[in-house]
């Protein structure tokens, strides 16, 4: 497991079995430094600080781009009118499922609120966060195309998961499962 902060908004890149998690701003040197032939890029939502090299390493590597039909938008329109280079999604996610990519088997679990097509990836004992939960925290909902009554409902989702893996978010350090459903039980759910 390889992970860098990217950008400004120091969001984490992850490579794991060869796969490329949220590439931000600036994290194709560093991508390319830490695989020689990744087998996809995947996408937990499509805010600019976690989409931005996916041109980029789309055009170097010629692999696909993963994200959720909800948030295919953000790819080719730029929301915040900052610059972010246009990309292309090659396969759409639109429901909780499981696909096998090269040998790998990756779970994709919907948990809108943040963004319409925010979602979890989750590969063996580790669940990609993105901006849908943090250590301790949780992500906004404040934003265009944020949705607190989705947040709502995604809440309600988590806190339904008996599994304890290791939750690694788009911001900040590691956490787990049955830690954030406490802390949205005690704390966020009634302040959404």
């Not at 990217?6 to 949220?22: A, E, R």
């Not at 096998?100 to 590969?123: A, K, L, R, W």
């Not at 063996?124 to 943090?134: C, N, V, W």
């Amino acid at each position: 497991m390889l992970v860098k902060p990217c950008g400004d908004y120091q969001t984490n890149c992850y490579i794991y079995k060869d796969i490329i998690i949220d590439p931000g701003v600036n994290a194709t040197s560093w991508v390319s430094k830490n695989v020689t032939n990744p087998k996809a890029i995947l996408l937990t939502h499509g805010h600019f600080d976690h989409v931005w090299s996916v041109s980029e390493l789309q055009k170097k590597y010629k692999i696909p781009v993963y994200i959720h039909k909800n948030d295919e938008f953000m790819l080719s329109e730029d929301i915040f009118n900052i610059g972010v280079p246009k990309a292309k999604a090659d396969v759409l996610i639109s429901k909780d499922e499981t696909i096998d990519i090269n040998g790998v088997n990756v779970s994709f679990q919907y948990f809108p609120g943040h963004t319409p097509g925010c979602m979890t990836i989750e590969i063996d004992e580790y669940m990609f966060s993105g901006d849908f939960i943090f250590n301790g925290s949780i992500g906004r909902v404040d934003f265009p195309y944020s949705s607190p009554s989705d947040m709502k409902k995604s809440f309600d989702k988590f806190l339904k998961i008996n599994d304890d893996k290791i939750v690694l978010p788009g911001h900040g350090d590691k956490t787990t499962i049955k830690k954030e459903q406490e802390n949205i039980k005690n704390f966020w759910y009634d302040r959404v």
